[in-house]
Nanobody, 123 residues
């Protein structure tokens, strides 16, 4: 089970931090990822982190502005979002993948999802 917190309303240029706490199954997690879905658009990859090695991956649209991190002891993943833009407005979802063959940027490779949290960036 993945439980998200954070999000909300912020002005362009501001910052927000999202959290995703995993309970229950954590053994065998390969990637933790963040995806987002704006109204009328498909869910898109934002960032991912390898659970054991800690390698990080980002969509080009957020590279240099967003940072994904993890706290293994707390089974929690974070998404620090800085220099937010209006186009970052979306519902953000955290997700976990359990397959060694999973593609960190492909939503269908993730087997568990958080409940989603709204991020609204105003101009």
């Amino acid at each position: 089970q993945l439980v998200q917190s954070g999000g909300g309303l912020v002005q362009a240029g501001g910052s927000l931090r999202l959290s995703c706490a995993a309970s229950g199954r954590t053994f065998g997690t390969y990637f933790m990822g963040w995806f987002r879905q704006a109204p009328g658009k498909e869910r898109e990859f934002v960032a991912a982190i390898a659970w054991s090695g800690g390698g990080t991956y980002y969509a080009d649209s957020v590279k240099g502005r967003f940072t994904i991190s993890r706290d293994n002891a707390k089974n929690t993943v974070y998404l620090q979002m800085n220099s937010l833009k209006v186009e970052d407005t979306a519902v953000y979802y955290c997700a976990a993948s359990y397959s060694r063959n999973s593609d960190y940027s492909r939503a269908r490779d993730f087997g568990a999802w958080g409940q989603g949290t709204q991020v609204i960036v105003s101009s």
